[in-house]
């Protein structure tokens, strides 16, 4: 069993279901017993505040990447509305304007130094607090914000789906970036039309997506569409167990945990 893993779970653009993808993966680890750790890196649209009802903060993870505060004083423990073992913690990009504003003007001196902090979550959370996984939610695309969390993860999960544009720039980002840090990649196929499933099969769709990307296959996901008219506000790992979302999730989570994603 692989323990104190750092996943980013990225996307070439967004509507890609990337952090409806962070949230639910963050969910399964737990209901699975793990303490884990979700944070949120993409400071430009920052939406988990949104998705997990949490309108105020004494401390974001701005504060954190500024220097302002240590990373204790920057998780919110939400694991007393959690219905198992499992422990989770959130890290939350503050969504205020203002704040947007000031992250998106920071310069590569800041970035550097962001990075840094980043890396050092390895030891802080992983080592001495013991949490099994961390978990970044990022930015869509090429931001720096972006790059930082790949440099620190073990694991990118590329949220992607069959949309040309989508599928050129996720084979680009495969090549000039991923590649360039040598990281464990394995790509999720979102909201995949069920015609497309009907069409090939699925063991036929998975042999399709790697000859495009050329990584391995952590999961297919069709197109729900209860999943989509939730639009965030149920956490299908946690409060639809039976539903082939669900499964699809801990399927991923149990690749992930024994080692073979």
């Given at each position: 069993?692989?323990?104190?893993r750092?996943?980013?779970v990225?996307?070439?653009?967004?509507?890609?279901?990337?952090?409806?993808l962070s949230?639910?993966l963050?969910?399964?680890?737990?209901?699975?017993?793990?303490?884990?750790?979700?944070?949120?890196?993409?400071?430009?649209?920052?939406?988990?505040?949104?998705i997990?009802?949490?309108?105020?903060?004494?401390?974001?993870f701005?504060?954190?990447?500024?220097?302002?505060?240590?990373?204790d004083?920057?998780?919110?423990?939400?694991?007393?509305?959690?219905?198992n073992?499992?422990?989770?913690?959130?890290?939350?990009?503050n969504?205020?304007?203002?704040?947007?504003?000031?992250?998106?003007?920071?310069?590569?001196?800041?970035?550097?130094?962001?990075?840094?902090?980043?890396l050092?979550?390895?030891?802080?959370?992983l080592?001495?607090?013991?949490?099994?996984?961390?978990?970044?939610?990022?930015s869509?695309?090429?931001?720096y914000s972006s790059?930082?969390?790949?440099?620190?993860?073990?694991?990118?999960?590329?949220?992607?789906?069959f949309?040309?544009?989508?599928?050129d720039?996720?084979?680009?980002?495969?090549?000039?970036?991923?590649?360039?840090?040598?990281?464990?990649t394995?790509?999720?196929l979102?909201?995949?039309?069920y015609?497309v499933?009907?069409?090939?099969?699925k063991?036929e769709v998975q042999?399709?997506?790697k000859?495009i990307?050329?990584?391995?296959?952590l999961?297919i996901?069709p197109?729900?569409?209860?999943v989509?008219?939730?639009?965030?506000?149920?956490?299908f790992?946690?409060e639809?167990?039976?539903?082939p979302?669900t499964?699809?999730?801990?399927?991923?989570?149990?690749?992930?945990?024994?080692?073979?994603?």
């Amino acid at each position: 069993m692989v323990l104190g893993r750092i996943i980013a779970v990225h996307s070439y653009k967004g509507g890609t279901g990337k952090t409806l993808l962070s949230v639910n993966l963050a969910a399964t680890f737990v209901k699975h017993g793990k303490k884990v750790c979700l944070l949120d890196l993409d400071f430009r649209a920052p939406s988990l505040s949104t998705i997990l009802k949490i309108e105020k903060a004494e401390h974001w993870f701005n504060d954190y990447l500024n220097g302002t505060c240590e990373i204790d004083k920057a998780l919110i423990d939400l694991s007393d509305g959690i219905n198992n073992d499992g422990k989770l913690f959130v890290g939350l990009a503050n969504p205020a304007t203002e704040a947007i504003r000031d992250i998106s003007a920071k310069d590569r001196k800041w970035e550097m130094r962001a990075l840094g902090r980043l890396l050092a979550l390895r030891n802080s959370l992983l080592n001495d607090k013991g949490f099994d996984y961390l978990i970044f939610d990022t930015s869509p695309g090429l931001q720096y914000s972006s790059i930082n969390a790949i440099v620190s993860a073990d694991l990118v999960i590329v949220a992607t789906t069959f949309d040309k544009s989508d599928v050129d720039g996720t084979r680009r980002m495969l090549r000039e970036l991923y590649d360039l840090f040598e990281k464990k990649t394995e790509i999720v196929l979102n909201k995949v039309l069920y015609d497309v499933s009907s069409k090939f099969g699925k063991e036929e769709v998975q042999t399709r997506i790697k000859d495009i990307y050329q990584v391995p296959i952590l999961g297919i996901i069709p197109c729900f569409c209860d999943v989509s008219k939730a639009e965030g506000n149920i956490i299908f790992a946690q409060e639809r167990l039976e539903h082939p979302f669900t499964k699809i999730l801990d399927e991923m989570a149990y690749k992930i945990d024994n080692n073979k994603a």
